[in-house]
């Protein structure tokens, strides 16, 4: 996929894998919007360069992968 649709609803889940997708960034509050009960995020081999600033709100996970992305700063 290229990228998220703003429909998308995350409700209970505990893992979310993008992984080899060809993503670059997200809906405006999407990591906002992502439920507490997230425990593990995999982002790798996207094509990102930015996370945006709610990204820091994900104050439950434990397993985060964003390697071979083109992130410039966090």
Avoid: C, Y
Avoid at 2 to 26: A, C, D, V, Y
Avoid at 51 to 62: E, I, R, S, Y
């Amino acid at each position: 996929i290229t990228e998220i649709p703003n429909s998308w609803q995350f409700l209970h889940i505990e893992q979310l894998l993008l992984n080899r997708n060809k993503l670059r960034n997200f809906p405006s509050n999407f990591f906002q919007k992502l439920p507490p009960t997230l425990r593990v995020l995999k982002l790798a081999a996207n094509i990102l360069e930015i996370l945006p600033p709610d990204f820091g709100q994900m104050k439950n996970l434990t397993d985060l992968d964003l390697s071979e992305n083109r992130l410039k700063a966090f």
